[in-house]
Structures are given as C-alpha cells and as structure tokens.
C-alpha cells in the first residue's frame, strides 16, 4: 500500500511539473518602435528655388517687386510642420512694375532710404515661427516674430505646406503694418491732409519657400 501511494506522488508531481514546464510565462512581443515613432526632420531652405514678391499700395495706384530669400528651414514631424524660419536680403529689394528706368531707379532708391527700409543700416529681414496650428489638409495658422529695420512684432497668418519626396513647398500671404516697423512716410495714421499722397500702411508679402532634405 505504502508502495502503491510512493509511485501515485511520484506520477502527481512529475505530471504537475510538466503541466507547469508547458504553462510557463507568456513570450514577450517586441513592439516595433521604429515603426511606430515620429521623426522631427529639417528642411533646408533654397534661395534658388525660393521667391518673395511685396506689394505696395496708395490711393492713386500700387507697386510691386521681389526681395531675396537668403535662408530658412523647415521642421516637419510625421509630415507636419512643427517650425521654422527664413531671412531676407533687404539690399536685394527691385521694383518689377515700372519699366522706365529712370522712374524705377527713383522709387527703388527711396525705398532703401530711411524714409522705408533703411537697408544699409538693416541688411536683412528675418521671420521666425513660434507656434504652428495645423486646420486640416496641409493647411496651418501660423504665429511667429517678423523683425524689419531691428524691430521686431509677432503677426499671424494662414500658410499651406506640402511635401513632395523630399522636398518641401510652403506658400504664405502676409500682411504687414509697415508703421509698426518705424515706415511711417505719408501715413495718414502720423500725417494729416496727404490727399491723393497717401500711401496706405499694409503691404503684402507674398512668399514661396522651397526646402529640401
């Protein structure tokens, strides 16, 4: 009898141990973390491929020329933009309306005085976002820091981005209070009685930045 028991605890245990062998702790998954994880990746700005035209207006009609984009980047995470910059060449500024040479030369030349841009003492122009608010479909609302003739103001306005392989194309319409940057010549918010004289305070600036990888 004392037999019989020795050889069923022996047959109970080895069975336990098996049935525990086969149990055992589950597997660990490897989660694919590369798979899943963004990636904030930089752009660099092309002067070559990139364009900035401006806009000007006053009571008796408008005018229009280009400025160059010096630098710039572009950070995009998972193929948002997250941030990013670009400076101008304030000496570069031309008039692209007027073709009589002498008529462009002459607002060309008051353009670059102090009376607008001061661009022997303000060489560059610089924008740098601060805050990036995506609404859908590659388009965002933009807030950043716009600094002409040393002085600097935060504005806003709506962008559209896309990325094409490794390239990045963003298109920006900006409206600027020249005033707010010490422009202030024939302004009817400082001057009074300017009639048809008056040149408005917003200009635009239209920009195309192209940025590559």
Known sequence: MLQYKTIALIATTVVA???TALKGPKPKLKVATEAISRKLVNYKVSPEQSKLTWLAKKVTGEHSGTINVTSGSLALDNKVLKGGSFELDTKTIAVTDLTDKETNAKLLG?????DFFAVEKFGKAT???TSVQSTGAGTYDIKGKL???GITNEIS???TV???GNKVIANAKITVDRTKYDIKFRSKSFFENLGDKTIYDDFELNVQLVANN
């Open 17 to 19: 141990s098996s049935f």
């Open 110 to 114: 008051h353009l670059k005085s102090d």
């Open 127 to 129: 924008f740098n976002i």
């Open 147 to 149: 600094t002409i003739k």
């Open 157 to 159: 306005f709506p962008a």
């Open 162 to 164: 896309k990325q094409e």
